[in-house]
Each structure stands twice: as structure tokens, then as C-alpha cells.
């Protein structure tokens, strides 16, 4: 099975948060080689980002985040390339929703991949929970496998 996940999920394989235990089970499935993992290329900016955050707000330090971003490397998440096809797609798809063309994307590259697309963002998962592909990250110990 193919998934695309938000930058929400794989943040939450480092940083303990709600649903980091769900997270986690979506991490082991993918080590077991259970299901294939993709996201869009950007979300190493976004993964990035977000670890910055973390340090700002000094729940994690600067060395902790600095190790997370080197194990994030070591994770063979299957990194897809954002096309303008895919950009024009999200943004005529967030008008749609009233998202961002960001989360859109997203979307739209799991639609592209016939992949499921898993969210830990509510406020995301609310306004697109209605998309058959769409999976909220606590549900995925059931409707996953």
C-alpha cells in the first residue's frame, strides 16, 4: 500500500506529542516494508522548519534537533518532485477546500499516486475528511491494514 504523509506525521516520529504513538505504528509498517512511504519534495524544508520551531520554543535544544534532522536523512521516505501540473492541481484543489496550496499538495500527489494521504493536522483533516484517500493519523491502526 502507498501512503503520502504530512509533514505533521513524520514530526511526530521524533517529537512526543498526541498521536506520536500512532505516528510511530505508521513508521514501524513502513520499516517492516508493509507500505511504501511518499511525501513531496518540499517537506524537507517543512520537516525542517517545524524542528526550528521546536528549539525556538525550547522544548527540544539545538542538538537534539541538529540529530533529528540527521536521522530524518536515514528514513528512505520516496521523495516526489512538485510539477507545475501538480502546483496548477493544488491550487484550483485548496479554492476548492479553502486550504493552502502547501496541504493541497499533498492531496493531490496522493491522488496522483492511488496512495492513501495520512494527516495529524486536524484543522486539515476536518476540511478534507470527506476524500476517500484521506486518513486522520489516530485511525490508521484500523483502517490501514
Known amino acids: 500500500m502507498n501512503v503520502v ?15 506520536s504513538d ?9 520499516k517492516n516494508k508493509q507500505i511504501n512511504v511518499y511525501a513531496p519534495v518540499t517537506m ?6 517545524a524542528i526550528r ?12 534537533a541538529e540529530e533529528i534532522l540527521s536521522e530524518i536523512k536515514t528514513i528512505p521516505i520516496n521523495y516526489c518532485n512538485i510539477t507545475w501540473k501538480i502546483i496548477i492541481d493544488a491550487f484550483e484543489y485548496a479554492f476548492k477546500k479553502s486550504i493552502t496550496v ?40 484500523t483502517k490501514i491494514m
Open 102 to 141: 502547501y496541504d493541497a499538495i499533498y492531496v493531490i500527489l496522493a491522488k496522483n499516486l492511488s496512495a492513501k494521504f495520512i494527516t495529524a493536522d486536524k484543522r486539515l483533516y476536518s476540511a478534507i475528511s470527506k476524500e476517500p484517500e484521506v486518513l486522520f493519523i489516530a485511525d490508521v491502526k
Open 22 to 30: 500512532d505516528a510511530m505504528f505508521l513508521l514501524e509498517l513502513f
Open 53 to 64: 520551531k521546536y528549539v525556538i520554543r525550547k522544548i527540544i535544544s539545538r542538538e537534539i
Open 44 to 49: 524537507k524544508a517543512e520537516f525542517a522548519n
Open 5 to 19: 504523509i504530512d509533514v505533521n506525521v513524520a514530526v511526530k516520529w521524533y517529537v512526543p506529542e498526541d498521536f
